[in-house]
């Protein structure tokens, strides 16, 4: 069955470079939300789009901007990298507003250096 | 939203049963439970979701008492490969939120 594809899967930049990240949802998913994980801590909930538009604001750096495109894909733009950036970028899916079962890509990982 | 509370971590053993307790004391009449499992570098993997009582899938049950002001994951006869952080979380049934909060460390040991 597809999942959640993510590209890339590994990604290294300097500090204060820019950085986009992809996201694909499973065919037919409409919502797609998209989440920070550091080393040993929760996943941290960024930004979800239903439909195109955004449905829902958590703790993006205003150094970060999204977009979900007319296909349903979703792109993270990072500017201004800081070493504190590097983790583990998840996005998921899910179909329709407000459901709970979401389905997760394998995660990119942005080393800031 | 509602917050929850879980249990840092657990320890068991290969076999037995592993039960879960998330506390969600002020949780809305339109909130769900649902269970997450995540595994190193992993994206978390949905496990189950229930509003009452009781709901049982073939990877796990989830207990909600009346008050549903807690829940209790119940994974039976866990295997080595079930050693993962569980997170439980409540939902609005509208919003595209879903927050993960302090997660529970399973370590099943042999």
């Given at each position: 069955a597809a999942g959640v594809i993510q590209s890339p899967r590994h990604l290294i930049k300097e500090k204060r470079e820019t950085a986009t990240l992809k996201c694909y949802p499973i065919p037919r998913h409409d919502t797609v939300y998209w989440y920070q994980q550091g080393p040993g801590q929760d996943p941290q909930f960024l930004i979800s789009f239903y439909e195109k538009m955004q449905s829902d604001k958590g703790s993006i750096p205003d150094r970060f901007s999204a977009q979900q495109f007319s296909d349903y894909h979703s792109e993270l733009n990072m500017s201004s990298?800081?070493?504190?950036?590097s983790a583990l970028y998840f996005c998921a899916s899910s179909l329709?507003?407000?459901?709970?079962e979401a389905f997760f890509g394998q995660g990119t990982r942005l080393t800031v250096v | 939203l509602a917050k929850t509370t879980q249990p840092i971590s657990m320890d068991s053993y290969e076999g037995q049963e592993v039960n879960i307790t998330c506390s969600h004391?002020?949780?809305?009449?339109n909130d769900y439970i649902t269970w997450y499992q995540q595994f190193p570098s992993q994206g978390p993997r949905f496990i189950i979701q229930g509003y009452k009582t009781k709901v049982t899938n073939e990877v796990a049950s989830l207990f909600i008492p009346a008050d549903r002001k807690s829940s209790t994951l119940s994974l039976p006869r866990v295997s080595l490969s079930d050693t993962a952080v569980y997170y439980c979380l409540v939902g609005e049934a509208a919003g595209n939120k879903l927050t993960f909060g302090g997660g529970t460390r399973v370590l099943v040991k042999p």
């Open positions: 990298l800081e070493l504190g950036d329709g507003a407000g459901d709970p | 004391n002020n949780i809305a009449t």
